[in-house]
């Protein structure tokens, strides 16, 4: 089974990665990541750039209202994720803890990542997606 | 924690860190029969602790300590107490033999081997090459693996291979007395014999993997958890030995033939056979992954091997858009080379398979019986449903059915059995007796 682990940090969590040794980060986030190659079950992994460059889209009003990047709102950013193929959720629980990057503010959600399988197989939109996957060659 | 969450917290740590706590207690002890008796012992401790106490907050020393006290209780009975016996105490404040010095604090001492990337590596691949050793017979070496290398319970083999636990637990202590009586050390081999053992570590993972892609007893016709097992394992060989043109050969056969998992198995649970299946369905992660893997293979100097040429035949269909589209005449090429590197029935009847696609059903009955001929498959059922297949399509409807009926008899699958009565019960009226 696929798991997504989503890591998060509110804005104190991230103001402190700030002053962490840059290089000393690297070398244990590559730890772990040669931890789970090791284990035979990482599939995927990626990190997104700081909130200082994002946008939010806010569907609250009509026409949507497009701002620069979440500041000022203390809630936990998406800054990254592991997608992992693993037997069980309590393993992908196990492999979290692992995580090199703690301490207050950070957490990491687990989701189970769905399978095309679990859509109505018939319906032409379903079909269209497997059609994309298909051609991109998407996980 | 509640009993069952505990429990399934143990399951979890060990699936992940056995493997790395074998290794390190037999590298220890230098006895590998010893550390997976104490290594189990550790688990048993865990499964009575943990579910009480909560998961200690590293899990993997936690075991691994537990491991060394229970290997030292081992020396003491047994009064060996050698300079191996003296570092483990040591290390783990034991004291008695150890000279002066402040014992570490062992959980930590634990984590640091654990976490040692050099000693780490050479500990699982000793490990997977003692577990594979030629001295073993073939089950044993499958369950020995699972057990040791993939983290698997006596009961999950057990599971995986539809025997009951006991018989698991009897090839395991079969197999680790027969390592023990010839004096097999837990190490990596030396250069002269490493090409005939890794091939035997190949051997095993295909064949874990191979019985969870197409199950040869039972009513599923595929066991995911079985064909991840295989999977993994051949994920962790290419990490181990990155040099090998056939782990990464391997590991892409795995990838490409699980791609096609999804569209393998119909709603209720029956075959779809590959003429049939949406391939809209197939994992085209999987494949990509597969053809990377597949790509690592054939840039090696050696030129590809029994396994990459195996992938490479999974990919012909992986990239073709229908049966029609597929390029039956380079299949049948491959398995003329993969005939003559690695010589067996199965190839062979494949190789038929694909000729009936590229040259038509009467070229391919002619090899069939070529291979028929040789009584290698006077127990399977595969030979009876090719040919009976073959006969189907050149009209031969008497023949067809008698074949069928044979393949229906000696076939272990019931999914299988059941497409093979479809079949049958297809042959045109005219064919049927009254």
Same mark, same amino acid.
């Given at each position: 089974?696929?798991?997504?682990?989503?890591?998060?940090?509110?804005?104190?969590?991230?103001?402190?990665?700030?002053?962490?040794?840059? $290089?000393? #980060?690297? &070398?244990? %986030?590559?730890?772990?990541?040669?931890?789970? =190659?090791?284990?035979?079950?990482?599939?995927?992994?990626?990190?997104?750039?700081?909130?200082?460059?994002?946008?939010?889209?806010?569907?609250?009003?009509?026409?949507?209202?497009?701002?620069?990047?979440?500041?000022?709102?203390?809630?936990?950013?998406?800054?990254?994720?592991?997608?992992?193929?693993? $037997?069980? #959720?309590? &393993?992908? %629980?196990?492999?979290?803890?692992?995580?090199? =990057?703690?301490?207050?503010?950070?957490?990491?959600?687990?989701?189970?990542?769905?399978?095309?399988?679990?859509?109505?197989?018939?319906?032409?939109?379903?079909?269209?997606?497997?059609?994309?996957?298909?051609?991109?060659?998407?996980? | 924690?509640?009993?069952?969450?505990?429990?399934?917290?143990?399951?979890?740590?060990?699936?992940?860190?056995?493997?790395?706590?074998?290794?390190?207690?037999?590298?220890?002890?230098?006895?590998?029969?010893?550390?997976?008796?104490?290594?189990?012992?550790?688990?048993?401790?865990?499964?009575?602790?943990?579910?009480?106490?909560?998961?200690?907050?590293?899990?993997?020393?936690?075991?691994?300590?537990?491991?060394?006290?229970?290997?030292?209780?081992?020396?003491?009975?047994?009064?060996?107490?050698?300079?191996?016996?003296?570092?483990?105490?040591?290390?783990?404040?034991?004291?008695?033999?150890?000279?002066?010095?402040?014992?570490?604090?062992?959980?930590?001492?634990?984590?640091?081997?654990?976490?040692?990337?050099?000693?780490?590596?050479?500990?699982?691949?000793?490990?997977?090459?003692?577990?594979?050793?030629?001295?073993?017979?073939?089950?044993?070496?499958?369950?020995?693996?699972?057990?040791?290398?993939?983290?698997?319970?006596?009961?999950?083999?057990?599971?995986?291979?539809?025997?009951?636990?006991?018989?698991?637990?009897?090839?395991?202590?079969?197999?680790?007395?027969?390592?023990?009586?010839?004096?097999?050390?837990?190490?990596?081999?030396?250069?002269?014999?490493?090409?005939?053992?890794?091939?035997?570590?190949?051997?095993?993972?295909?064949?874990?993997?191979?019985?969870?892609?197409?199950?040869?007893?039972?009513?599923?016709?595929?066991?995911?958890?079985?064909?991840?097992?295989?999977?993994?394992?051949?994920?962790?060989?290419?990490?181990?030995?990155?040099?090998?043109?056939?782990?990464?050969?391997?590991?892409?056969?795995?990838?490409?033939?699980?791609?096609?998992?999804?569209?393998?198995?119909?709603?209720?649970?029956?075959?779809?056979?590959?003429?049939?299946?949406?391939?809209?369905?197939?994992?085209?992660?999987?494949?990509?992954?597969?053809?990377?893997?597949?790509?690592?293979?054939?840039?090696?100097?050696?030129?590809?091997?029994?396994?990459?040429?195996?992938?490479?035949?999974?990919?012909?269909?992986?990239?073709?858009?229908?049966?029609?589209?597929?390029?039956?005449?380079?299949?049948?090429?491959?398995?003329?080379?993969?005939?003559?590197?690695?010589?067996?029935?199965?190839?062979?009847?494949?190789?038929?398979?694909?000729?009936?696609?590229?040259?038509?059903?009467?070229?391919?009955?002619?090899?069939?019986?070529?291979?028929?001929?040789?009584?290698?498959?006077?127990?399977?059922?595969?030979?009876?449903?090719?040919?009976?297949?073959?006969?189907?399509?050149?009209?031969?409807?008497?023949?067809?059915?008698?074949?069928?009926?044979?393949?229906?008899?000696?076939?272990?699958?019931?999914?299988?059995?059941?497409?093979?009565?479809?079949?049958?019960?297809?042959?045109?009226?005219?064919?049927?007796?009254?």
């Amino acid at each position: 089974m696929k798991y997504m682990l989503i890591f998060r940090a509110d804005d104190k969590a991230l103001e402190s990665m700030a002053t962490t040794d840059f $290089a000393a #980060m690297i &070398e244990k %986030v590559g730890k772990m990541n040669d931890e789970l =190659i090791r284990a035979g079950v990482l599939l995927a992994a990626e990190g997104l750039a700081g909130p200082e460059e994002s946008v939010i889209v806010d569907y609250s009003a009509e026409p949507p209202v497009v701002t620069d990047g979440p500041y000022g709102e203390t809630k936990e950013l998406f800054n990254g994720f592991y997608i992992l193929n693993v $037997a069980s #959720m309590q &393993e992908a %629980v196990e492999w979290a803890k692992r995580s090199p =990057i703690t301490g207050p503010g950070f957490k990491t959600e687990i989701r189970r990542v769905t399978t095309i399988d679990e859509m109505p197989q018939d319906n032409e939109w379903i079909k269209k997606e497997r059609a994309w996957r298909e051609a991109t060659g998407q996980l | 924690m509640t009993e069952p969450a505990g429990r399934a917290a143990v399951a979890a740590v060990w699936h992940i860190e056995s493997a790395r706590i074998v290794g390190a207690l037999a590298r220890y002890t230098g006895d590998f029969a010893l550390a997976e008796d104490v290594a189990q012992e550790a688990l048993a401790e865990a499964l009575v602790t943990w579910p009480r106490e909560g998961v200690p907050r590293h899990p993997a020393g936690w075991l691994l300590t537990v491991g060394r006290r229970r290997a030292i209780d081992h020396f003491r009975r047994h009064a060996v107490q050698d300079r191996k016996y003296a570092v483990l105490a040591q290390e783990l404040g034991e004291g008695g033999t150890a000279a002066g010095g402040e014992p570490a604090d062992p959980l930590r001492a634990g984590e640091a081997v654990l976490w040692d990337p050099d000693q780490i590596d050479d500990d699982l691949l000793a490990l997977m090459f003692v577990a594979c050793h030629p001295v073993l017979s073939r089950e044993a070496r499958i369950a020995l693996t699972l057990r040791v290398v993939a983290g698997l319970t006596s009961d999950e083999i057990a599971k995986a291979f539809l025997v009951p636990t006991a018989t698991v637990q009897a090839r395991i202590t079969r197999a680790k007395k027969a390592l023990a009586a010839a004096g097999v050390p837990f190490e990596v081999p030396p250069p002269e014999q490493r090409a005939e053992r890794l091939g035997s570590v190949l051997t095993v993972v295909y064949l874990i993997f191979t019985e969870g892609s197409s199950a040869s007893a039972g009513d599923a016709l595929i066991r995911q958890d079985l064909a991840n097992e295989g999977q993994r394992l051949a994920r962790i060989l290419t990490r181990l030995v990155p040099d090998e043109p056939e782990a990464h050969g391997l590991l892409a056969l795995t990838e490409l033939t699980a791609a096609r998992f999804p569209a393998r198995v119909g709603k209720d649970g029956e075959p779809v056979l590959l003429a049939d299946q949406d391939r809209r369905r197939w994992d085209h992660a999987a494949i990509r992954r597969g053809r990377a893997a597949l790509s690592r293979a054939q840039q090696s100097e050696r030129g590809v091997g029994a396994y990459g040429l195996q992938a490479m035949i999974a990919e012909c269909h992986a990239v073709a858009a229908s049966v029609e589209d597929t390029d039956w005449e380079r299949i049948v090429s491959l398995y003329d080379a993969l005939a003559h590197l690695a010589p067996s029935p199965v190839v062979d009847l494949n190789r038929a398979v694909a000729l009936s696609m590229a040259r038509g059903p009467a070229a391919a009955l002619e090899a069939v019986d070529a291979v028929a001929a040789d009584g290698a498959w006077a127990t399977s059922h595969l030979l009876p449903s090719v040919r009976g297949e073959l006969l189907l399509r050149l009209g031969r409807g008497e023949e067809a059915r008698g074949e069928l009926e044979r393949a229906i008899k000696l076939c272990g699958n019931e999914r299988e059995r059941a497409v093979l009565r479809g079949k049958l019960a297809g042959l045109h009226p005219s064919q049927n007796p009254e």
